[in-house]
């Protein structure tokens, strides 16, 4: 940025714009945690830090001011897994590629990130202005019966089910009890059947619990530290991690 206000020869910091946003960000938002995003920013940015999050914004704010010119010559954008992205790095999408088309894919219900994402894709279609939505029904990757498993929770969560193309495979099985010693025999009966099997925790907090308690099943722990995961047998990792990993 620094560059660009010289060649303008203004005195302008988009940063320090932002921050006296966020300083007085409970004038513009409900949020309910908008303390804890508050407070975490001001310390992010009093230590000259930008988490994710705040990308959006400041290409939002930098693009209300100023030009993009190299990025408008691009014609094409595609964009996947979408559900992910908030309406506000839509809006700084679309002011950088002015000029562009894009193509946007992505599954609400898949999304994993509820404080930064989107929850309709009317909004998106808004913001990018003369497109069409499109909606693709039929899941090619799994079989009859994980799809109806996973119908009940989409219905559950008010979206409409997913069709699947005829491919039967094994029951979807449900254990309840949740001892190691319980575990360490599910483990040894599909390490016969499967090279690698993973253990998947809802969240970090969950991850670390699992980990202290299963520490003697030779589990290798995934995570951003460590995605080498070709030749372990048992892994065990978060949902966020796991994604694109299918």
Same mark, same amino acid.
């Given at each position: ?41 001001? +310390? ?9 999050? *705040?990308? &959006?914004?400041? @290409? !939002?704010? %930098?693009?209300? #001011? ?29 002011? +950088? ?9 992505? *599954?609400? &219900?898949?999304? @994993? !990130?509820? %404080?930064?994402? #989107? ?42 089910? &997913? ?84």
């Amino acid at each position: 940025f620094g560059d660009i206000k010289n060649a303008f020869n203004i005195k302008f910091d988009i940063f320090k714009l932002y921050k006296d946003f966020i300083a007085n960000i409970e004038k513009y938002s409900t949020y309910e945690n908008i303390d804890i995003l508050k407070k975490q920013t001001l +310390i992010n940015l009093k230590s000259k830090k930008l988490a994710y999050d *705040d990308l &959006a914004s400041i @290409i !939002y704010l %930098y693009g209300r #001011i100023f030009e993009f010119p190299y990025y408008s010559k691009l014609k094409c954008i595609f964009i996947d897994e979408a559900q992910d992205i908030s309406a506000l790095m839509f809006l700084g999408l679309r002011k +950088i590629f002015k000029n562009a088309s894009f193509s946007i894919f992505g *599954d609400i &219900a898949q999304g @994993i !990130y509820s %404080y930064q994402a #989107i929850d309709d894709w009317q909004d998106v279609t808004n913001i990018i202005g003369d497109c069409e939505l499109l909606y693709l029904k039929r899941s090619y990757r799994t079989s009859i019966e994980i799809m109806a498993e996973a119908n009940k929770v989409l219905l559950g969560l008010g979206y409409k089910p &997913a069709e699947n193309v005829i491919r039967h495979g094994e029951g979807v099985e449900y254990i309840n009890k949740s001892s190691k010693e319980v575990l360490s025999d599910q483990l040894k009966k599909l390490n016969r059947d499967y090279l690698h099997t993973a253990i998947i925790c809802k969240n970090d907090e969950e991850l670390e619990l699992a980990q202290k308690e299963l520490e003697n099943l030779n589990i290798m722990v995934i995570d951003e530290n460590n995605l080498n995961y070709d030749n372990l047998q048992n892994t065990m990792l978060t949902v966020q991690t796991a994604k694109g990993l299918e």
